[in-house]
């Protein structure tokens, strides 16, 4: 939004669109990038020889909610978005984009985690770091870590669908890796040559 100046910044009216004859779009290829020690977001697998990454988990700090009022119904909200703090989340991010890159569908984290905390209650966000430094949020995806369990019959590479049964609900195993696939909820979004590609969970 914002890129057409016959109407006013913010209004909900994108820069070009796209017609598509069904959902999943045909032809969708989907691309995979490896999160790695150093931060970074990589289309090559990591090394066995490194290390996680890791941060605190706070599980007081899902409680904690925005007093937003009516800025979510305003086409430029007054929202003051904290920045991420070392130890407190885990961050990776793409080296800068060497051309225009449209993404669109859903998309799914596949996260080895170890917690001693028996749950964690996971938030994956994706957004775009512009060349000028600013960040635009694109989607979210969340998922407590009991819940993990997939439903083989309904997950596919790039959704993950959990059971939400009571009766696969099961605590994270102390100083034991799991794979917890998060669903990142559907999106749409051109990221622009030199941006970056960021995901913080």
Known sequence: SGGDPAVGAGAPVGTF??????????????????????????????TAAESASAYQY??????????????FERALP??????????????????????????LGHASADLWIQSSAGDADLEVMLS????????VYITSGWLPASRRKLDPAESTPLKPKQTHLEADAE?????QWELVRVEIYPFAHAFRAGSQIRMSV
């Open 17 to 46: 669109e796209m017609s598509l004859p069904e959902w999943p779009p045909p032809g969708t290829v989907p691309v995979r990038w490896y999160l790695h020690e150093d931060g970074s977001l990589q289309t090559f697998a990591p």
């Open 58 to 71: 706070d599980a007081a700090k899902g409680q904690e909610t925005y007093d937003v009022n009516d800025s």
């Open 171 to 175: 605590p994270l195993p102390d100083g």
């Open 128 to 135: 775009e770091i512009r060349p000028d430094g600013q960040a």
């Open 78 to 103: 007054d929202i003051e978005w904290l920045p991420w703090q070392a130890g407190r989340q885990a961050v990776w991010a793409t080296p800068p984009l060497a051309d225009d890159l449209v993404l």
